[in-house]
């Protein structure tokens, strides 16, 4: 399984839907590469996308706190 796939598989979950108030054709179309204007989208993304490129965990997690600063600024 890719990254790609893995993220569809995060998207299809209820709870997902349920947290962004996207709809499934929203959430469907989405992809790793596109951008996204929903911060728990954002934190997917950033940790498959690092997590592949064998990033630290401890990296992972400094740019994922990271992203939460920026959101409440």
């Given at each position: 399984m890719n990254k790609n796939e893995v993220f569809q598989k995060f998207l299809q979950n209820p709870l997902l839907r349920e947290k962004t108030g996207l709809s499934?054709?929203?959430?469907?179309?989405?992809?790793?590469?596109s951008p996204s204007s929903d911060r728990l989208i954002d934190i997917i993304k950033t940790t498959l996308l690092h997590l592949e490129d064998s990033e630290?965990?401890?990296?992972?997690?400094?740019?994922?706190?990271?992203?939460?600063?920026r959101e409440t600024i």
């Open positions: 499934v054709n929203q959430l469907k179309s989405m992809n790793l590469s630290s965990i401890d990296t992972v997690a400094r740019k994922i706190n990271q992203s939460f600063k």
